[in-house]
């Protein structure tokens, strides 16, 4: 154990999210998405939900500045009766990590797995919320 990391933060992981530079991507995925087949490194969280792996991560990750969305979800596919609160969790969880409003894009389906194929890592959880898929765009760390 290290103080200041959540036991969440997987030896694995910590590694992984040192290695990312800015501009990586980060994909944590829900208990549906099918990151073993995308993954260039996977890691599993299967214990744990999207909100709370994303707040782990979010106090050790910085999201890039430079970009005009540094944060992705998987937009509902159209005609698919589903309700997302769980987006609201995640843009509180956001802002608070970067102390600002933070803009979250939506992304067809189809393109999200694209981008995720080309992510450095996707984080696998057992989260059972439909649509909780999200991408993080690594910022820099400002002295």
């Given at each position: 154990m290290?103080?200041?990391?959540?036991?969440?933060?997987s030896p694995e992981?910590?590694k992984?999210?040192?290695?990312?530079?800015h501009?990586?991507?980060?994909?944590?995925?829900?208990?549906?998405?099918?990151?073993?087949?995308l993954?260039r490194?996977?890691?599993?969280?299967?214990?744990?939900?999207?909100p709370?792996?994303?707040?782990?991560?979010?106090?050790?990750?910085?999201?890039?500045?430079?970009?005009?969305?540094p944060v992705?979800?998987?937009?509902?596919?159209p005609?698919?009766?589903?309700?997302?609160?769980?987006w609201?969790t995640?843009?509180?969880?956001?802002?608070?990590?970067?102390?600002?409003?933070?803009?979250?894009?939506?992304?067809?389906?189809?393109?999200?797995?694209?981008r995720?194929?080309?992510a450095?890592c996707?984080?696998?959880?057992g989260?059972?919320?439909l649509?909780?898929n999200?991408i993080?765009?690594?910022?820099?760390?400002?002295?």
């Open positions: 290290l103080k200041g990391i959540s036991p969440i933060i992981l910590l992984i999210l040192m290695e990312m530079g501009g990586d991507e980060l994909v944590i995925g829900d208990g549906n998405f099918p990151g073993a087949g993954a490194n996977l890691v599993r969280l299967d214990g744990h939900t999207v709370d792996v994303l707040e782990a991560i979010l106090r050790l990750y910085p999201l890039d500045p430079y970009v005009d969305a992705a979800l998987m937009a509902v596919v005609g698919d009766d589903v309700e997302t609160p769980i609201d995640y843009q509180a969880l956001c802002d608070a990590s970067e102390g600002k409003p933070v803009k979250i894009e939506h992304m067809e389906r189809f393109a999200f797995y694209e995720a194929k080309k450095y996707v984080v696998m959880t989260e059972t919320a649509y909780a999200i993080l765009k690594k910022g820099v760390v400002k002295a």
